[in-house]
T-cell receptor
Framework: TAGITQAPTSQILAAGRSMTLRCTQDMRHNAMYWYRQDLGLGLRLIHYSNTAGTTGKGEVPDGYSVSRANTDDFPLTLASAVPSQTSVYFC??????????????FGPGTRLTVL | AQSVTQPDIHITVSEGASLELRCNYSYGATPYLFWYVQSPGQGLQLLLKYFSGDTLVQGIKGFEAEFKRSQSSFNLRKPSVHWSDAAEYFCAVASGTASKLTFGTGTRLQVTL
């Protein structure tokens, strides 16, 4: 089972350019999440989606947008990248409707550098 | 708002020694607590979780954690560390089935041979 896949693995992007980070899960989980990981700050939630067709803002949503057209895919878009968006981005999913269990499963991450 | 504190940024232990990583949380009700491990260049893997019941929780790779409500703590322990345990460890808290996780800043574990 693939679990969660993310693409690309890494990317160097010029400031001002747009980019979409892709995330796909094959576990039929209802909930999906995007985090960024920065040294000394741990993981911070950018956006989340509890079900297909719905999204919500996390702790650090500014400069990012998401969509959830179906259960499996949850792309993250940077409309106009800035250097402060240099980070490692992790996608995660969970079966949050299952009572007593909201373990999140993580993808391998995308390392993004904005110059 | 919920929060997690991992007071130790970096810990070094000798192989075979015992390990305890500290985690303190702030949350009004009974929390859902997690420990994740991240090996270099990898994503996060769940070590163990606490939802309710027995306050001593067993996880994978020989790890355990104890929930202490009176101390708002969920410390991770391992009786004998292996060199392969070198990684970064994250404690996280969730508010029930809403399932949005709040992570601590992590503790980097170095194991000396």
């Amino acid at each position: 089972t693939a679990g969660i896949t993310q693409a690309p693995t890494s990317q160097i992007l010029a400031a001002g350019r747009s980019m979409t980070l892709r995330c796909t899960q094959d576990m039929r989980h209802n909930a999906m999440y995007w985090y960024r990981q920065d040294l000394g700050l741990g993981l911070r939630l950018i956006h989340y989606s509890n079900t297909a067709g719905t999204t919500g803002k996390g702790e650090v949503p500014d400069g990012y947008s998401v969509s959830r057209a179906n259960t499996d895919d949850f792309p993250l878009t940077l409309a106009s990248a800035v250097p402060s968006q240099t980070s490692v981005y992790f996608c995660a999913s969970s079966d949050s409707f299952r009572v007593g269990s909201n373990e999140q499963f993580f993808g391998p991450g995308t390392r993004l550098t904005v110059l | 708002a919920q929060s997690v504190t991992q007071p130790d940024i970096h810990i070094t232990v000798s192989e075979g020694a015992s390990l305890e990583l500290r985690c303190n949380y702030s949350y009004g009700a009974t929390p859902y607590l997690f420990w994740y491990v991240q090996s270099p260049g990898q994503g996060l893997q769940l070590l163990l979780k606490y939802f309710s019941g027995d306050t001593l929780v067993q996880g994978i790779k020989g790890f355990e954690a104890e929930f202490k409500r009176s101390q708002s703590s969920f410390n991770l322990r391992k009786p004998s560390v292996h060199w392969s345990d070198a990684a970064e460890y994250f404690c996280a808290v969730a508010s029930g089935t809403a399932s949005k996780l709040t992570f601590g800043t992590g503790t980097r574990l170095q194991v000396t041979l």
